[in-house]
Nanobody, 124 residues
Framework: QVQLVESGGGLVQAGGSLRLSCAASGRTFRNYNAGWFRQAPGKEREFVAGISWSGDSTDYADSVSGRFTISRDNARSTMYLQMNDLYLEDTAVYYC?????????????????WGQGSQVTVSS
């Protein structure tokens, strides 16, 4: 089992920045690929960014590419999502997730472990 806890969400004006953190405990986090997803009211949960267990490989949704950066510190069992130039449409609950597949996946169904979510609200 891997337990994940997100932090760092909040209210920010459009164009601003936030950094989300995902602290892992339980089994060794460095053994897992991981990712960030988000879910806006009335919408399905969608992929935002993913990172391999080593941190060498990353993937981004087109909607956030160039604005968001995913990273991880395996020594601290923590993953991050730096969000810059935030748009109104970035408003959502953000979830971190982990899986032990062989690749970084965009499929929500391939992730075994999930955090409880952190609200990000972007205002005009």
């Amino acid at each position: 089992q891997v337990q994940l806890v997100e932090s760092g969400g909040g209210l920010v004006q459009a164009g601003g920045s936030l950094r989300l953190s995902c602290a892992a405990s339980g089994r060794t986090f460095r053994n897992y690929n991981a990712g960030w997803f988000r879910q806006a009211p009335g919408k399905e949960r969608e992929f935002v960014a993913g990172i391999s267990w080593s941190g060498d490989s990353t993937d981004y949704a087109d909607s956030v590419s160039g604005r968001f950066t995913i990273s991880r510190d395996n020594a601290r069992s923590t993953m991050y999502l730096q969000m810059n130039d935030l748009y109104l449409e970035d408003t959502a609950v953000y979830y971190c997730a982990a899986n032990n597949s062989f690749y970084v996946s965009r499929d929500v169904n391939e992730y075994e472990y999930w955090g409880q979510g952190s609200q990000v609200t972007v205002s005009s």
